[in-house]
């Protein structure tokens, strides 16, 4: 049975505009301050932590901050977050451009296993182009790699575009069909999909958590759409 996915975006890291002007042309930036308190306050929120069974981040400092500094209670039990380069950000933008695995192991020497993880990784070429095509191919490739895991219910921290890929929430043209992600955004998602794609629904419950209603109904339902309150039952 598939599991149970968590999708996060991850904190406020040195390169956002609040922070630093120009702040894309910021390589490979950690989470400021603020960063790492938004993810204190995610870890306190979030009700799930002993049932989570694996922990996936983007290779980015950011996103990997921020896997370990939420789910510390899952680090604690033992569990190690896997570094997916598929889980990169959206952008070959300096702020979205990794490091080398050498330099991220000395800073995460215990809570992160960098197998997945090789040499010029981060260089935006292939599979890990940016255009539109390769970054849903490269979405579709990483649901599926979810997917087809063994674990019931699985935390990813990857990036405020890229997860508009992750969910299926971008048009033929690359761009994004919902709102942006905020800071340590988290929603929760169920396989639908069996096949090549392996597509993920939002649970009622996150949509529900985060606001994602109007007029009594949940947004973005394609039953839903067009109809006000009074129709829904």
């Excluded at 392996?198 to 985060?210: C, G, H």
Aim: glycine share 8%.
């Amino acid at each position: 049975m598939a599991p149970i996915l968590h999708v996060m975006r991850h904190g406020q890291g040195y390169h956002s505009e609040a922070v630093t002007k120009n702040g894309h042309q910021v390589h490979d930036p950690h989470l400021t301050p603020k960063g790492r308190e938004q993810c204190a306050d995610r870890c306190a929120e979030f009700k799930n932590h002993d049932s989570i069974e694996l922990l996936l981040a983007s290779p980015l400092r950011r996103a990997l901050e921020t896997c370990k500094l939420t789910f510390t209670p899952c680090i604690d039990r033992g569990m190690r977050i896997i570094a997916l380069p598929m889980a990169e950000e959206a952008s070959d933008a300096p702020c979205d451009t990794g490091s080398e695995a050498d330099i991220l192991k000395q800073e995460f020497p215990k809570a992160v296993d960098f197998d997945h993880v090789k040499y010029g990784w981060f260089l935006h070429e292939g599979e890990y182009a940016v255009d539109p095509k390769s970054l849903n191919a490269r979405a579709a490739k990483l649901r599926r790699f979810i997917r087809d895991r063994p674990e019931k219910e699985v935390a990813l921290v990857s990036h405020g575009f890229f997860n508009h890929y992750v969910t299926g929430d971008v048009n033929e043209k690359g761009e994004q069909t919902t709102p942006w992600w905020q800071e340590t955004e988290l929603r929760t998602f169920r396989f639908v999909d069996g096949g090549e794609e392996a597509m993920i629904k939002e649970t009622d419950d996150s949509m529900l958590r985060r606001g994602a209603v109007e007029g009594g109904l949940i947004v973005n339902r394609p039953e839903n759409r067009g109809k006000d309150a009074s129709e829904s039952s």
